[in-house]
């Protein structure tokens, strides 16, 4: 990609059909077709942006696309790839919805490797309905890194000055122990660290958690501390990865806020999630480091609960919109794998 742009092209894949994703989108068409350098092009069926519209009674300038020299400045280009021509199930789970999402996704990864978009949004998809479609990933994470070649992907969320890094992602918590090793904290802290660099951080201090409350006290409440996570940490800080823990993950976000640290790794999930989808949920944004790609999305699920109700929140997507354009615009992005 040239490194200087008047507007870069931002992919968004409007997720599972029968959420929040199409309403998300339409609710941003304002924001989409006006914020300076970029022309937003939308993957979704024509069926599902239509039924939308007349759902929320909003109609933008809407530009559908069959090649790519008819995408508009000031328009919602939407690429549809007609998987859904008929009537679908909305606020549930589904095969259809869960496949048209698939080939959203898919479509968009197509899309960037051809240089026809820059970056990727992705909404909000359902696990189960991927599962249902027969797609055996277990989110947008993981799919990336096999569409994109890579191995070790990272899911980076991000709100505000905070920033987590997740060592293991969509599993069982009762396999998160069995799954946790030294090797595979290096490997995604190293991709974290080449995130930071990335963003513009030149000597980040990253923050590593513990695993069991007060970071396993010498052994007493758990072993994976001396085991895993210190071996981990000592390694990073002699490659030269300014390291710090482990530190006991009720406290560990409290140093984020004051500025002490760049990024904290955490060890599972809701380790995470917990605390940043309390106090950040409308302007949370989730970052897939590892891949050569920039891709976000708001760190929201489908919200099958409220799905066209006209209740849905675009705020955590304008976030990670802006926040896909700043990568690109920074001109420093490396996409640069851990080793």
């Known amino acids: 990609m040239p490194n200087k742009k008047t507007n870069y092209i931002i992919g968004i894949s409007i997720g599972d059909p029968g959420g929040i994703g199409p309403e998300i989108v339409l609710k941003s068409s304002s924001f989409l077709t006006n914020y300076k350098n970029s022309i937003p092009v939308i ?11 007349k759902t929320l009674k909003i109609f933008p300038s809407i530009n559908f696309i069959k090649n790519w020299q008819d ?9 549809s790839p007609n998987i859904i021509k008929k009537n679908y199930p909305i606020g549930e789970n589904s095969k259809i919805c869960g496949y048209a999402s698939f080939i959203y996704v898919k479509k968009a990864v ?23 479609a027969g797609e055996k990933y277990s989110g947008h994470t993981e799919l990336l890194g096999a569409l994109l070649g890579q191995k070790q992907t990272v899911m980076i969320m991000i709100a505000k000055n905070i920033r987590t ?31 930071l660099l990335d963003f513009g951080i030149k000597k980040p201090v990253i923050g590593i958690s513990s695993f069991n409350p007060h970071a396993g006290e010498e052994g007493i409440l758990g072993e994976e ?27 560990i976000f409290k140093k984020a806020l004051k500025n002490e640290i760049d990024m904290i790794v955490n060890m599972y999930h809701d380790q995470a999630l917990i605390p940043l989808k309390t106090f950040y949920f409308e ?10 790609m920039i891709r976000t999305s708001p760190g929201h699920g489908t919200g099958f609960d409220i799905a066209y109700k006209n209740k849905a929140n675009p705020s955590s997507f304008i976030e990670a919109y802006k926040f896909a354009l700043k990568m690109l615009k920074n001109n420093k992005f490396s996409g640069k794998p851990g080793s």
């Not at 996570?229 to 993950?249: D, H, Q, R, V």
């Open 225 to 251: 501390e001396k085991k895993i996570i210190l071996p981990a940490i000592s390694y990073l800080n002699k490659k030269g990865i300014n390291c710090i823990g482990p530190i006991p993950a009720d406290i």
């Open 110 to 132: 197509e899309f960037w490797k051809e240089k026809k978009i820059d970056a990727l949004v992705t909404l909000p998809i359902s696990k189960k309905a991927w599962y249902m």
């Open 43 to 53: 993957i979704g069926d024509k069926k599902v942006i239509e039924k939308n519209c």
């Open 71 to 79: 995408v508009k400045k000031y328009h919602l280009n939407i690429f």
């Open 165 to 195: 890094l997740l060592v293991t992602t969509h599993i069982p918590l009762n396999q998160v122990s069995k799954t946790l090793t030294s090797e595979l904290i290096i490997k995604k802290t190293i991709v974290g660290y080449n995130f």
């Open 283 to 292: 302007k949370l944004i989730n970052f897939t480091a590892g891949i050569p």
